[in-house]
């Protein structure tokens, strides 16, 4: 069974322990979640740029001495805010699943015991 | 496939729907985004050619990144500005030709009305391209309104408004036999202000925007 992530949320929630950049968020999605979530890396810009554009991050060019310069993102307090109420869906998306296929602590309690 | 085979037909494709500045943004992005994969695959003993194209293959298969781009990214202007800066200067020039042929072939005071007329009811035209550009922003916040809808919107207003003063005016005083169509031409200048407060509401950042995408549905 597969479901589906928000890809705002990964986003958002990765860059709350501090900037970066685009492949560097990627990078600590699939590192974070150890492996499990591997967020499309081409789906990941036009997200950034959604994000940028409500204001939830904001985006910055830092020059890399010989290299092309890099787009670093960075939360506000806005997304912040959004993350915050992301996490409060997410807690309940979990809690309904989890009320019906035995993934909450009781639930599983309740199914063990069968 | 290789990175700049696959930047090379991105960007080809892209810039066929997208403005310029967000096809060079966007592009630029994806390419360090490449490398930077390509560069850790490399350092963990993978031949660069594989490494390049298993990050392209990675990053996502070019229709379906093309169709996420086309679908964030606002879409390219039809016109350059830039090519077009002289048109609201052009109409504004016209118009005041006509006005004053009006003026002169109808003569003195009911010259006067007939122009405040004609500026009340031609005035919604030239704030409809800002209007546009005001909606398009609401939709795409980096859609940029071009200053020469700006200044179009800018003549339509001032034009309506002072054809609507001077109108009232006429009115106010009893003199004018256009009276009748008063109310007529008030609708035209309160279309034509609701038109500019939006284009202006969206040019800024505050509540006013954030309630009108609201209203419209608009992320």
Known sequence: MKFKEDIDALILGCLISGPAHGYEISKRIRQLSNEVLTVAEGKLYPALHLLEAAEDITASWIPQGNRPPRKVYEITEQGKMSLESKRRQWRSFVEGVGTVIGGTADQSRCWSRR | MTIPEYVGDLKQTLALTLAQEDVEEAIAEVQVHLEDRRDELAAADVAVSEAEQRAVQEFGALPVIIKAFKQTYPPKPPLDPKKVAWVPE?????????????????????????????????STMLVIPGLFGGLGRLKYRKLRIVKLQVRMANYGIGMALLGGVILVGVTLAGKNTLAGLLPFHLCFVVTSSLGYLVMRMSLSNGKGPTILRGLLRMR
């Open chain 2, 90 to 122: 052009a109409f504004m020039m016209i118009w005041l030709g006509i006005a004053a042929y009006v003026l002169t072939s109808t003569g003195g005071f009911q010259g006067v009305v007939a122009v405040a007329s004609m500026a009340v009811t031609n």
